[in-house]
């Protein structure tokens, strides 16, 4: 089976998307949603029908780029995003009425990505040939790295890393998501 899902990230953006069976927590992580829940079930075909409606009609977002999730500033209120999730799930209830509704609590994410929350903007690294980024590793939401170094925050797109070597000192702290160790070169 399949399911379309619904995820909220700060700042009120809501996306739409489809996954299959059980990916569906896993690709949640792995785009870096701070809640999430699925809201109708079908076949492939179906779904795929669905989805595209409810971001074109209904507004909610196809993808968010790396760059839009590197924010760690709590909302002005925690519970917008699980308000914003209940209504687009009535909405979507209400336009597919003959559709296979799914009905789950909400799955709140923040807690696995065992970030910091912080005030400001992380300050966004580019990464550029001979430009080497050094620091202590926070964590990882989604497809963004967490780095600190000087009390300041900084963040860096996982899909810039591919390709490059990173290396991990031995002070370094426990990474807060298994996916990152894919990325590491544990040297010899």
Same mark, same amino acid.
């Given at each position: 089976?399949?399911?379309?899902?619904?995820?909220?990230? $700060?700042?009120?953006? #809501?996306?739409? $998307?489809? @996954? /299959? $069976?059980?990916?569906?927590?896993?690709?949640? =992580?792995?785009?870096?949603?701070?809640?999430?829940?699925?809201? +109708?079930? &079908?076949? $492939?075909?179906?779904?795929?029908?669905?989805?595209?409606?409810?971001?074109?009609?209904?507004?909610? #977002?196809?993808?968010?780029?790396?760059?839009?999730?590197?924010?760690?500033?709590?909302?002005?209120?925690?519970l917008d995003g699980?308000? +914003?999730?209940?209504?687009?799930?009535?909405?979507? /209830?209400?336009?597919?009425?003959?559709?296979? /509704?799914? /009905?789950?609590?909400?799955?709140?994410?923040?807690?696995?990505?065992?970030?910091? =929350?912080?005030?400001?903007?992380?300050?966004?690294?580019?990464?550029?040939?001979?430009?080497?980024?050094?620091?202590?590793?926070? &964590?990882?939401?989604?497809?963004?790295?967490?780095?600190?170094?000087?009390?300041?925050?900084? @963040?860096?797109? #996982?899909?810039?890393?591919?390709?490059?070597?990173?290396? =991990?000192?031995?002070?370094?702290?426990?990474?807060?998501?298994?996916g990152l160790?894919?990325?590491?070169?544990?040297?010899?």
């Open positions: 089976m399949a399911y379309v899902y619904i995820a909220s990230f $700060g700042g009120g953006r #809501l996306k739409a $998307g489809v @996954s /299959h $069976g059980g990916r569906v927590e896993r690709r949640w =992580v792995e785009q870096g949603a701070d809640a999430a829940r699925r809201v +109708l079930i &079908g076949n $492939g075909m179906d779904v795929r029908r669905f989805e595209n409606r409810i971001q074109g009609e209904l507004g909610a #977002l196809r993808r968010l780029r790396p760059e839009e999730k590197m924010d760690l500033k709590p909302s002005r209120d925690p699980l308000r +914003l999730l209940d209504e687009y799930e009535e909405k979507i /209830h209400e336009a597919f009425p003959k559709a296979n /509704h799914f /009905h789950e609590e909400t799955r709140v994410l923040l807690p696995i990505y065992n970030l910091p =929350v912080i005030s400001t903007r992380p300050v966004e690294l580019r990464v550029r040939d001979g430009v080497e980024i050094s620091g202590r590793i926070l &964590g990882v939401k989604g497809p963004v790295l967490f780095v600190e170094k000087n009390r300041l925050i900084f @963040s860096v797109s #996982l899909h810039r890393l591919v390709g490059r070597r990173i290396e =991990v000192g031995a002070t370094q702290s426990t990474v807060a998501q298994s160790r894919l990325f590491i070169d544990e040297g010899p």
